[in-house]
């Protein structure tokens, strides 16, 4: 077989390439090993209590956050310097593996052990990533609004009297004047026992907040905390805004809470938001999941490149998967 000397110099500088490449990872360190939760879970038997909000069209969101999150973990996955974990494949259930369920005090506070039995979709998420020894944890939710703030039903199909397409579940025009719809991005701000978290998931956050924000032209939602949203058992708003210019908030939710590693949920956008101009028919098509995946990748990059410049680096041996 002839081999042309342009093929050859092809072949050579392409191998180079990937030895360059090999060398630079190395060169970073290990790879972050970032975990992907894909929220809520999938309707079993017809029950779809832990699905989520339903979209304006009678999509669940748990369908919404599948779809983000395959797509997130594509553009991640793809660069050599990460390794990704999903808390919970698409269209399943979170399931702790056999061989971690014997070490789980190890990686549950005991107050979160003592509801892994009674929430294991739950706590299960954290379980997971705290025994992957995660460097960061994103969330993927999509968000909705009090039942007071909506009208229509989740209806999108043809009406067979008038063969007009019904416009399904949208937000009240009172409620779109007063608040501003769309993305924000979540920590857990109350952790007193471990304030580097906190520090650095305020960090992860900003950098993915910004991506989201400049590279999607996307707006920061403001309703959350506000109006009867986001209430706790007490009736007390358990919200509370960081920075409202990104969209980042604190709330008290599990898997940040319980989670060791740096910790965000990005709700991506309002599926309750529906008809011509609504959020949800912006956000649930491909382009724009594509858009989100490599502006998230981008946010995870930029915190990273951060830590690098201002942390010594770690021991390879603090992060051993087990």
């Known amino acids: 077989m002839r081999i042309s000397g342009n093929f050859l110099y092809l072949f050579v500088f392409s191998s180079l390439l990937v030895c360059f490449d090999s060398h630079m990872a190395k060169a970073a360190g290990r790879q972050k ?28 969101e748990v369908e919404y956050n599948d779809a983000a999150t395959t797509e997130i973990d594509k553009s991640i996955s793809a660069d050599r310097a990460y390794s990704t974990i999903l808390t919970r494949q698409p269209g399943k259930s979170v399931e702790i593996s056999d061989s971690l369920k014997p070490d789980l005090h190890k990686y549950l506070s005991p107050a979160a052990l003592a509801r892994l039995e009674k929430s294991p979709n739950l706590i299960g998420r954290s379980a997971i990533a705290n025994a992957a020894h995660c460097d960061a944890l994103i969330s993927v939710h999509h968000d909705s609004t009090l039942d007071e703030a909506q009208e229509g039903e989740p209806n999108c199909q043809k ?28 920590i857990y701000e109350d952790d007193k026992n471990d304030p580097k978290r906190v520090k650095d998931s305020k960090k992860l956050a900003a950098h993915i907040a910004f991506r989201i924000k400049s590279q ?39 898997v940040l809470r319980e ?15 529906g008809g011509p101009g609504g959020d949800e028919r912006k956000i649930n098509n491909p382009a724009f999941r594509a858009g989100l995946a490599k502006a998230i990748k981008k946010g995870l990059d930029d915190y990273f490149n951060s830590k690098r410049r201002s942390e010594p680096a770690r021991p390879e041996t603090d992060h051993k998967q087990n």
């Open 33 to 60: 090993i970032v975990i992907l939760d894909s929220g809520h879970d999938p309707v079993v038997n017809g029950d779809s209590k832990s699905a989520g909000a339903v979209g304006t069209c009678g999509q669940f």
């Open 159 to 186: 009406d067979p009297k008038t063969q007009k397409i019904q416009p399904g579940i949208r937000l009240k025009d009172d409620f779109k004047k007063k608040y501003k719809v769309g993305y924000s991005v979540l």
């Open 216 to 254: 999607l032209n996307r707006t920061p939602s403001d309703y959350h905390g506000k109006d009867g949203d986001c209430l706790n058992s007490n009736g007390t708003p358990d919200c509370r805004d960081i920075n409202p210019e990104l969209g980042i908030i604190h709330k008290d939710v599990a």
């Open 259 to 273: 989670t060791r590693c740096p910790a965000v949920l990005v709700e991506v956008g309002n599926i309750a938001d």
